[in-house]
Every structure is written in C-alpha cells, then in structure tokens.
C-alpha cells in the first residue's frame, strides 16, 4: 500500500506518538481487550457460554465495520467436539520390575493425558526413543535396530540441534509423531520435558490434568486414532523409568543440551495404566468475515488474518483466582484482528485481493478449530494465499524486534522484513526453535493445507532485560489466572504492532503475485499449486 503513509506512520512511532489516522495509542484495542478477557466472559472456554458471548462481540463490530459474513451461518462457523476428561478415581498407573508393581501418582510421578483418546487398559514394555522422532529428510531415525513392536515410547520432548526448526517442529507434532510410532509398532509414548525447555513449570502442567480435553467430533479428524496412551512425565520424577538401565535423567538431558546423540535402549520394566473416561459433547463456533478486494481478479483470492478467541475457562485456583482470561492469550491477537478491521474501514483503504479474517476457537485443546477451518474452509481452499496468525504476541516492551515465525519458509518472511524495516523494527527468525512455536499454533493447520503462513510475535534480544520481562510473564502468567487485564502491558507497543500487522496484510493483498513458499522449504509439499 501507501508507502508515503508508512513513512508518515515510521516516523510517528519513532517520535511516540501515534494518534494521528492510521494509528492509534492502542486503547481501543485495549478496551477490546478488556471485554474479551473480563471475567463475566470466565475465560472462553471452547463450547462455553462466554465463548460464545465473545463470538458475537467480534462478530457484531466486524458488522459495523461493513465486513462481509463468511461462516455457514452468518459470521459463524459452528464447530462440534466430543469432550474427555479422565476421571482418576478409577484410573490408575504402575510400573513394574521383577513381579513388582509401584504404583504412580497422578499430579505428581505422571498424568494420563486425553488428547489421544486411552484404550481402557493398557499394558507394556518400555523403550527409550532418544527424542522419538524419524525424519527422513535430515536422514534421522531415533528407532532404527530398535524391538520396538507392541512396546511404549519414552522420550524427552525436543529434536536435535542439527534438525531445522522447521522440520524439527513439523515430526513432533501429534498426528506426525503418531505415525511414526504407528510404523514401528509402537502403541503409545510417554513423554518427559527438557527441563530446560518447560515453558511452565511441572505443577501447573500437573493441574492442566484437570482440564476436559476435546476432540473435533467428525471421525476422520482423529489423527491419533489407535494410539492407545500418551502420558506426560514429570521431569523430576524420571528416574522411576531409568532406574535399573544404566543411565539417568540428567545424563540424557545433559546430552540433549551439548547437541550429542541421545542414546536408545530397552527399559526392563512393564508400564501398566487403567483408564476411566468421561465423555461428552459441545459446540463452538469459529467466526469469518471477509474484506472484499476491489480488483475485478484479485479479488477472488483471499490473505487471511488469524488468531484464536478461545481461552482455558474456569479451572483450578491459583491464588484464589479461578477464572483463565487469557487477555495475552489470545484476547490480544482476535482484538488485534478487530483493530485492523476497525481501521480499514475508517481510512477507506482498498486491497486488490480480499481480507478474511478467522477467528478460531478450540486452539488450547489442539489447534482443533483452525484444523476445522482450513479442512473445511468457507472460501475455496486454494483461494487462500496467506496466512498471518498472531498468537500470545506479548507486547510487554517497545516493539524493537519482530521474531516471525516461519520467516523463511516462504516470500511472506520477506514481506514481513520489507514492512518491519519501513518501521524501523527488526526481525528475526524463530528465537527458541526447542519451543516449537511455529506447530504450535493455528497458522500450521494452514501451513498443511498448502497456505504460506506466518506467526508475528514480539522479540526481544537474549539477555536483555526485555528477554527477562518475557521469561517472567511466562513462568507467572502463561496459562495462569493472572493473564488477566491487570498485568503491565505496553498499549503503544501494540499500536506499533497492529499497525505493522495491517500493512503487511495489505502489501500482500497488493502485490503482483501471490505469496509462494521458497524452493527449498519442507512446507512446500503441501502447496496445492
Ligand atoms: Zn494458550
């Protein structure tokens, strides 16, 4: 778009202030926010009522923003999901070693996980799969010369150094980690967190148990079916498996750390779990509206801006405080994405190619309700030719450093680059690879289907006091009850940010071609055409 407004809208935010048109000091934005993350919404849980009160919120100002209903009903998708939640009472888990069984504790030895749905009992041997990943294209096998038939994968959540993120991000999620198990015979894994790598920390993942889990009800959209249990391991209680192997935790981690070959080995003892299930049913609803492009051509094609609305709910208290807001997570990016349309709208601005915006729900319970999306999208499939998701962008510091995740996997990460330097903001690939960020939320599902995409985030440079303002929010708040609307948040930064955000959308939505993934780029596979 308008170069000569980007320059006006650079040299705006360099000076501090943002309030002239095509800015904004961020608090709309915040009040947006603020809705979204209010306690009476307690925490949009996907299938909940505040879900949906925060549904139509967004749906009702994309209509006073003239945007163009684009779900099965109205500006609403509706996505049904079947519920899970173990009930521990009659669930149990042991280990046992020569004829003797010890028993485990939920919460504190390992949790029984939902998100693959548990055979009701199940009882095998164990193998350690170093980081229980095969990916043919970096010529790495972590079970090859491995008995691994009927048994349970033990493995420690990463990939090593020599993998690319992006690759290394792809093979440990779920469906692609499921697979490669299932080739080899396995039935189920036991995973156990680099300790270094823990973006909370184990009690909070502990009482995440709590939590009812969920599946997107349509059958064929089970990409774990068969698995018959996937159990998280507490870090610090790992060496119940390894006792009696020869090695210990700290061994295999310190491994994992200086980038050495994790061994592999048998472990001679038999895991053993009962499982009782409760199940249940829901509906949500995704919510798409569409910025029509005035090209007669162009127009057809659609960029779509992303982010999730959904949140964790009501759940476990932590310091008394029961109700998950989510205002980083993700009220944030769905207000970014009511920020953008706001203000297309009120500058008139025209795009060549079409706007759609997708706020999604079901993210917390697996990226379920972007996977429903762009399995099941209300615009042709192939007419999607970007996609920018912001997710959790944490704007707690000046906007200095962007981190673009999948940066350079397709010409969108030059698209970013070119609109960061306009403001003068710097970029940066992902900073973190161990964290998979890039599989962990809704841009994937669109990455599978072929859609060059990105995820925007705040970055910051390692060891600065930003890195640690950063560090502290996600230990303190990540998934808490206090990412709620009384945290310090930098509203100018968001401005800065929102307005970054709506120029790359529209410099994609104007440029000659549409985005491509890059020659080299293992997402290129799935490209439709
Ligand atoms: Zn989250």
Same mark, same amino acid.
């Given at each position: 778009?308008?170069?000569?407004?980007? @320059?006006?809208?650079?040299?705006?935010?360099?000076?501090?202030? +943002?309030?002239?048109?095509?800015?904004?000091?961020?608090?709309?934005?915040?009040?947006?926010?603020?809705?979204?993350?209010?306690?009476?919404?307690?925490?949009?849980?996907?299938?909940?009522?505040?879900?949906?009160?925060?549904?139509?919120?967004?749906?009702?100002?994309?209509?006073?923003?003239?945007?163009?209903?684009?779900?099965?009903?109205?500006?609403?998708?509706?996505?049904?999901?079947?519920?899970?939640?173990?009930?521990?009472?009659?669930?149990?888990?042991?280990?046992?070693?020569?004829?003797?069984?010890?028993?485990?504790?939920?919460? #504190?030895?390992?949790?029984?996980?939902?998100?693959?749905?548990?055979?009701?009992?199940?009882?095998?041997?164990?193998?350690?799969?170093?980081?229980?990943?095969?990916?043919?294209?970096?010529?790495?096998?972590?079970?090859?010369?491995?008995?691994?038939?009927?048994?349970?994968?033990?493995?420690?959540?990463?990939?090593?150094? /020599?993998?690319?993120?992006? &690759?290394?991000?792809?093979?440990?999620?779920?469906?692609?980690?499921?697979?490669?198990?299932? /080739?080899?015979?396995? @039935?189920?894994?036991?995973?156990?967190?680099?300790?270094?790598?823990?973006?909370?920390?184990?009690?909070?993942?502990?009482?995440?148990?709590?939590?009812?889990?969920?599946?997107?009800?349509?059958?064929?959209?089970?990409?774990?079916?068969?698995?018959?249990?996937?159990?998280?391991?507490?870090?610090?209680?790992?060496? #119940?498996?390894?006792?009696?192997?020869?090695?210990?935790?700290?061994?295999?981690?310190?491994?994992?750390?200086?980038?050495?070959?994790?061994?592999?080995?048998?472990?001679?003892?038999?895991?053993?779990?009962? !499982?009782?299930?409760?199940?249940?049913?829901? #509906?949500?609803?995704? @919510?798409?509206?569409?910025?029509?492009?005035?090209?007669?051509?162009?127009?057809?094609?659609?960029?779509?801006?992303?982010?999730?609305?959904?949140?964790?709910?009501?759940?476990? $208290?932590?310091?008394?405080?029961?109700?998950?807001?989510?205002?980083?997570?993700?009220?944030?990016?769905?207000?970014?994405?009511?920020?953008?349309?706001?203000?297309?709208?009120?500058?008139?601005?025209? !795009?060549?190619?079409?706007?759609?915006?997708?706020?999604?729900?079901?993210?917390?319970?697996? &990226?379920?309700?972007?996977?429903?999306?762009?399995?099941?999208?209300?615009?042709?499939?192939?007419?999607?030719?970007?996609?920018?998701?912001?997710?959790?962008?944490? $704007?707690?510091?000046?906007?200095? @450093?962007?981190?673009?995740?999948?940066?350079?996997?397709? !010409?969108?990460?030059?698209?970013?680059?070119?609109?960061?330097?306009?403001?003068?903001?710097?970029?940066?690939?992902?900073?973190?690879?161990?964290?998979?960020?890039?599989?962990?939320?809704?841009?994937?599902?669109? !990455?599978?289907?072929?859609?060059?995409?990105?995820?925007?985030?705040?970055?910051?440079?390692?060891? /600065?006091?930003?890195?640690?303002?950063?560090?502290?929010?996600?230990?303190?708040?990540?998934?808490?009850?206090?990412?709620?609307?009384?945290?310090?948040?930098?509203?100018?930064?968001?401005?800065?940010?929102?307005? +970054?955000? #709506?120029?790359?959308?529209?410099?994609?939505?104007?440029?000659?071609?549409?985005?491509?993934?890059?020659?080299?780029?293992?997402?290129?596979?799935?490209?439709?055409?």
């Amino acid at each position: 778009m308008r170069a000569t407004s980007l @320059i006006l809208v650079a040299a705006l935010i360099a000076a501090g202030t +943002l309030l002239a048109a095509g800015a904004s000091d961020g608090t709309r934005w915040w009040s947006y926010v603020e809705y979204l993350a209010s306690d009476k919404l307690e925490g949009r849980n996907t299938g909940s009522e505040g879900h949906r009160r925060a549904a139509e919120y967004v749906a009702a100002q994309f209509a006073r923003d003239g945007l163009k209903p684009a779900g099965e009903s109205g500006y609403f998708q509706p996505v049904k999901f079947k519920t899970l939640q173990l009930d521990e009472t009659k669930s149990s888990l042991s280990l046992e070693s020569d004829g003797k069984e010890q028993a485990m504790k939920f919460g #504190e030895d390992a949790n029984i996980g939902t998100r693959v749905d548990p055979a009701p009992s199940v009882e095998a041997g164990l193998v350690f799969v170093g980081y229980g990943l095969r990916a043919p294209e970096s010529n790495y096998d972590d079970f090859a010369g491995l008995d691994t038939k009927g048994k349970i994968a033990v493995y420690i959540s990463g990939a090593p150094a /020599s993998m690319p993120s992006a &690759l290394a991000a792809h093979y440990q999620s779920s469906g692609q980690r499921w697979a490669a198990l299932q /080739s080899v015979g396995m @039935i189920g894994a036991v995973a156990i967190a680099n300790p270094h790598h823990m973006d909370v920390p184990w009690p909070r993942v502990a009482s995440s148990r709590f939590q009812m889990t969920m599946a997107l009800a349509a059958p064929k959209m089970d990409e774990t079916a068969g698995e018959q249990i996937a159990i998280a391991w507490n870090p610090a209680h790992a060496d #119940e498996l390894f006792a009696g192997t020869g090695h210990t935790f700290d061994e295999l981690v310190a491994a994992a750390e200086s980038g050495k070959q994790l061994p592999r080995f048998a472990i001679s003892k038999k895991l053993k779990a009962k !499982t009782s299930v409760k199940r249940g049913e829901v #509906e949500s609803q995704n @919510i798409a509206a569409i910025f029509p492009g005035s090209d007669p051509k162009l127009k057809s094609e659609y960029v779509v801006m992303s982010a999730h609305i959904d949140h964790l709910g009501v759940s476990t $208290p932590i310091n008394g405080d029961t109700i998950y807001n989510g205002a980083m997570d993700n009220a944030a990016g769905v207000a970014s994405m009511m920020e953008v349309a706001d203000h297309l709208k009120e500058a008139s601005v025209k !795009t060549k190619r079409s706007i759609l915006f997708v706020a999604v729900t079901g993210e917390e319970k697996s &990226l379920l309700g972007s996977r429903y999306y762009a399995t099941n999208p209300t615009v042709p499939a192939a007419s999607m030719v970007a996609d920018i998701n912001t997710d959790m962008y944490l $704007p707690l510091y000046p906007l200095k @450093i962007l981190s673009v995740y999948g940066l350079d996997e397709s !010409t969108l990460g030059d698209d970013a680059r070119t609109i960061a330097k306009q403001m003068e903001i710097r970029v940066q690939a992902d900073p973190e690879p161990a964290r998979n960020i890039f599989i962990r939320s809704d841009q994937y599902n669109f !990455t599978r289907r072929g859609v060059p995409s990105v995820m925007l985030e705040f970055g910051n440079e390692k060891g /600065s006091p930003e890195a640690a303002t950063e560090k502290k929010w996600l230990t303190e708040r990540y998934h808490a009850p206090s990412d709620d609307v009384n945290q310090p948040v930098d509203k100018q930064a968001a401005a800065a940010f929102n307005v +970054l955000i #709506e120029h790359l959308i529209e410099h994609v939505a104007d440029a000659d071609a549409k985005p491509a993934w890059k020659p080299n780029s293992f997402f290129r596979r799935y490209a439709m055409n």
